[in-house]
Every structure is written in structure tokens, then in C-alpha cells.
């Protein structure tokens, strides 16, 4: 069975600091793995998504992450942290077979200025 | 952008009753999809529906729930006989293709709150 975890319900940096948000996954066969971004009373937003291919994946807004897969993480990252990031990040995992997301539960991204 | 658009963003519903939560999903999109969030809880895969019919569902989506396409642009879900632990928020996401090759657009959500 997938499973996604994310280390960290809270994360807290200061404005123009590192993004680092960590997530490991667990999959029987090579799995999709995506990040969503979910800011307050809003949808989920498709940041970026690693499906084949190159292991380092940018997506929007200048985030990035990098699929390990001797180490089962997709660990999301930014250089310089900016006061719109602060938001609720969903690291998730799909078989290539499947249509469901099974999500993490979340990291919530405090930018302090 | 074209969008997933989710009414009403907030539902209000005594226990017991039914509810239908509406979705429109983007114009050419093929495959719908419902989730639910509990309050401070992960985003739950509740089902997925293609060609009129559900393709997969978990768990959660007991005999309680439905899933509907009316008519040629709208999604609906309902649930028969709330329950208080229904309260979530529900989230509508359509995609163009199946096996994730196409990103899943998610709509904005619709809080269910059951009293």
C-alpha cells in the first residue's frame, strides 16, 4: 500500500531563507509523487509533479524538488523564501496505474519576516 | 484559466438529512474525482468516475454516498443520511486523462458542516 510522510506539521522560516519540506513515500512499484500547495480557503494547487525521467523537478513559483529514490523522498525546496509562501504544502504519491492521490497530512509554511 | 468550480462554498446540514454538493468540472475533462478533508486531517481519496460509471472508490465512500453526472457539465455528490463525522471539507478535481499523465485540477472545496 502507498503512504506519504511529511516530517513536520509546521515549518518556519525566515523571509529570504531556504525552503526545505521534507517527504518520504512508500510505493511497491515506481510511483508518481506530486506537491500541492493549499492557501487559506482555496483549492489545491498543482506545484510540480515527478512522474519519469529527470529527478529534479521545478515547478511553480520557484519551487523545486528532487526525487531520491534510494532514499523514498521527494523533499520540496526553495532558495529564498518569500512572505506569499506561506501556505499549507501537500506532498502526495500515485501508482502509474491509478487515478487516486493518496496525500500526506500536511505541512504548514510560517514565513517570518 | 479554466477552472473547477465546487457550490456552495459553505453547507450547513442537520444530521440526518441529504446533501448533494455540486461540482463543475473544466469543460474537456473526462475523469471527476471527489475527496473530503476532515478538519486538521490529510486530504482523503473518497472516488473516481469516468464514462458515467465509478471507476475506483475507497473505503469511506460507503452506501451513503452518490456520485452523479447529471448532465453534460455538472458533478455531484450526495450523501444520503449525514452523519456529524461527515463534517470535511469536500474537494471536486477533474483531469483530461487517465493514470495521472494529466495533473487532477482541484476545485476550492465546500466546507460540510453537520449539526
Known amino acids: 500500500a502507498q503512504s506519504v510522510t511529511q516530517l513536520g506539521s509546521h515549518v518556519s522560516v525566515s523571509e529570504g531563507a531556504l525552503v526545505l519540506l521534507r517527504c518520504n513515500y512508500s510505493?511497491?512499484?515506481?510511483?508518481?509523487l506530486f506537491w500541492y500547495v493549499q492557501y487559506p480557503n482555496q483549492g489545491l494547487q498543482l506545484l510540480l509533479k515527478?512522474?519519469?525521467?529527470?529527478?529534479l523537478v521545478k515547478g511553480i513559483n520557484g519551487f523545486e524538488a528532487e526525487f531520491k529514490k534510494s532514499e523514498t523522498s521527494f523533499h520540496l525546496t526553495k532558495p529564498s523564501a518569500h512572505m506569499s509562501d506561506a501556505a499549507e504544502y501537500f506532498c502526495?504519491?500515485?501508482?502509474?496505474?491509478?487515478?487516486?492521490?493518496?496525500f500526506g497530512k500536511g505541512t504548514r509554511l510560517h514565513i517570518l519576516p | 484559466e479554466p477552472e473547477v468550480t465546487q457550490t456552495p462554498s459553505h453547507q450547513v446540514t442537520q444530521m440526518g438529512q441529504e446533501v448533494i454538493l455540486r461540482c463543475v468540472p473544466i469543460?474537456?475533462?473526462?475523469?471527476f474525482y471527489w475527496y473530503r478533508q476532515i478538519l486538521g486531517q490529510k486530504v482523503e481519496f473518497l472516488v473516481s468516475?469516468?464514462?458515467?460509471?465509478?471507476?475506483?472508490k475507497s473505503e469511506i465512500f460507503d452506501d451513503q454516498f452518490s456520485v452523479e453526472r447529471p448532465d453534460g457539465s455538472n458533478f455531484t455528490l450526495k450523501i444520503r443520511s449525514t452523519k456529524l463525522e461527515d463534517s470535511a471539507m469536500y474537494f471536486c478535481?477533474?483531469?483530461?486523462?487517465?493514470?495521472?499523465?494529466?495533473?487532477?485540477?482541484f476545485g476550492d472545496g465546500t466546507r460540510l458542516s453537520i449539526l
Open positions: 469543460s474537456n475533462h473526462l475523469y
Open positions: 478535481a477533474s483531469s483530461s486523462l487517465a493514470g495521472l499523465s494529466q495533473p487532477q485540477h
Open positions: 515527478y512522474t519519469t525521467g529527470a529527478t
Open positions: 502526495a504519491v500515485s501508482e502509474a496505474k491509478d487515478d487516486k492521490i493518496i
Open positions: 510505493s511497491s512499484v515506481p510511483p508518481y
Open positions: 468516475f469516468y464514462n458515467n460509471e465509478i471507476s475506483e
